[in-house]
């Protein structure tokens, strides 16, 4: 089948564009990096001409509620309208766990993209996964302070992103199923932790600093409110397994 992957040059996206094609799937890509800015209509709707099913696992680098907010209303907006005009007969969301009971920050944003979903006249599916593992070096990079090594304090159950990739190209092919199970890693982590661990699996001898970061985001993180609940899918590798891999 014929599968377009909004943000297929992110974190998960880029996962989900290379599974599809060794599965023998004819992928297109949306994403700036490829020619397609989710916000123009008619490059959306060039892109998607044929396709049997979209996969939205667009992002974007912020921590304010308004710009994540405008930014998905308006490029998961502009999909599922493109989605509609052209015939797609699937759209699948990739969303993150807690955000309803969370919805600050980032996560107001990823609230205001699942009622997008859920209001479409496309068919849809949503998943909502935890924190990948990549999260820990992600949040490690923009932490930083000179010789000094920030690392928030956060509750969180990661998931190794390329598993979510999987399960969205299961969901994209078995066809709209609404809401569906959240996924989760094996095991409650502490992401100071997480850090800590990223930034020492090479000998490195940087000095990790605990944090809390301010805001209602952050705070609720630290609260637990990004964990699963009992009805989730669990999928390994834990975190210490699959650093073990990373070089």
Do not use: C
């Not at 680098?61 to 007969?89: I, K």
């Not at 920050?105 to 849809?124: H, I, M, N, T």
């Not at 890693?185 to 000998?203: S, T, Y």
Request: proline fraction near 5%; glycine fraction near 10%; charged fraction near 20%.
């Amino acid at each position: 089948m014929k599968i377009a992957v909004a943000g297929g040059t992110g974190t998960v996206g880029r996962l989900v564009a290379e599974r599809a094609r060794e599965a023998r799937h004819d992928v297109v890509v949306l994403s700036r990096a490829a020619g397609v800015d989710l916000r123009d209509r008619a490059a959306v709707e060039r892109a998607l001409a044929g396709t049997d099913a979209v996969i939205d696992a667009a992002s974007v680098g912020t921590t304010s509620a308004a710009t994540a907010t405008e930014f998905f209303a308006a490029a998961s907006g502009t999909l599922l309208s493109a989605a509609a005009s052209t015939g797609v007969g699937h759209a699948v969301l990739l969303s993150i766990v807690g955000i309803d009971r969370n919805p600050n920050g980032y996560y107001a944003g990823k609230v205001r993209q699942e009622q997008l979903f859920e209001d479409s006249a496309v068919p849809w599916s949503i998943l909502r996964a935890t924190q990948f593992h990549e999260f820990a070096g992600q949040v490690a990079v923009q932490a930083r302070l000179g010789p000094l090594q920030l690392a928030p304090r956060a509750r969180v159950q990661p998931v190794a992103a390329a598993e979510v990739a999987a399960q969205l190209i299961d969901l994209a092919v078995a066809g709209a199923q609404g809401r569906v199970p959240d996924l989760a890693g094996p095991r409650e982590e502490r992401l100071d932790r997480m850090i800590r661990a990223w930034v020492h699996r090479d000998g490195s001898r940087r000095l990790v600093i605990p944090v809390n970061i301010p805001g209602a985001q952050m705070r609720g993180m630290r609260d637990g409110l990004a964990l699963p609940g009992p009805g989730a899918t669990i999928a390994g590798p834990s975190f210490v397994d699959w650093l073990r891999t990373q070089r």
